[in-house]
């Protein structure tokens, strides 16, 4: 899916973290993933983050001592920043760097999405290697994120922009529509339903139903919920004979 991107942790201080940026690689689709320097990396105590089903990126990941050595190839870069203020102007948005990478990925370019170090963030030297920088807007109480959770964020607009089409869920299972008879069967029932409960008088009733028959009128209603309300009926119908033996329906 992403397999034209990579994703760059510059001196990562946690294995862990990189254990989890790696899972961020796999369910996203970036197989990519590259360390630079990083600081006292054990890949025994990023594996658990990794989880087993991105153990192999973990295992391929790449291990350069600069940035401008993790680049090399690449036809784009684009740095993550926290800090907007200053020279570093013109900072993107994470969907609005997801639309550029897309483009770059069309064109078969190699993109680079590079992450700083999680206590200090990337140099002003090593942000102006990048083409371009980005910035993840969080509420002003809590502006530090979690490097993987950075990572996460970013590759998941990276992922929708490269959808063939937009992603919709599943949702349950489609029913027809309920028939003009069924219908006519659950307003009898419902009918009968509010007489054993004493909701409607013997007299008159059907000039007390129609308001529920133009209820069920503006429902589109499926079969299964034509079965779930059938069902209620039925249970009500049990429990208000029990409770009033002689009480009649019709």
């Known amino acids: 899916m992403l397999d034209n991107v990579t994703v760059v942790l510059v001196r ?9 940026a790696a899972r961020a690689c796999l369910n996203m689709g970036c197989p990519n993933l590259t360390l630079v320097a ?8 990023a594996m658990p983050l990794a989880t087993v089903h991105s153990k192999h990126i973990l295992e391929s990941a790449r291990i350069t001592d600069t940035l401008d050595e993790a680049l090399d190839g690449c036809s784009a870069a684009y740095g993550t920043t926290a800090r907007t203020g200053g020279w570093r102007k013109g ?8 639309g550029v990478v897309g483009e770059k990925v069309r064109m078969n370019g190699q993109v680079a999405i590079v992450f700083g170090p ?9 942000t102006q290697l990048c083409t371009g920088l980005v910035t993840i807007p969080t509420n002003r109480q809590g502006t530090s994120l979690n490097l993987a959770q950075a ?12 959808l063939s089409e937009p992603f919709r869920p599943a949702g349950p299972p489609e029913e027809r529509l309920c028939t003009v008879k069924e219908q006519e069967a659950l307003f009898s029932n419902l009918r009968e339903t509010l007489l054993a409960i004493d909701y409607l008088r013997d007299t008159n009733t059907d000039y007390w139903m129609m308001p529920v028959r133009r209820f069920m009128a503006r429902m589109n209603l499926k079969r299964n919920e034509f079965n779930l309300l059938m069902g209620i009926c039925r249970q009500v119908k049990w429990i208000a004979g029990r409770a009033f033996p002689d009480r009649k329906t019709d």
């Open 38 to 45: 990083p600081r006292g990396f054990d890949i025994e105590r």
């Open 151 to 162: 990572v996460l964020i970013l590759l998941y607009e990276c992922f929708k922009e490269a």
């Open 91 to 98: 900072i993107m948005a994470p969907a609005t760097m997801a």
């Open 118 to 126: 999680e206590d200090t963030g990337m140099t002003n030297e090593e």
């Open 12 to 20: 990562p201080k946690y294995p862990e973290n990189i254990g989890s």
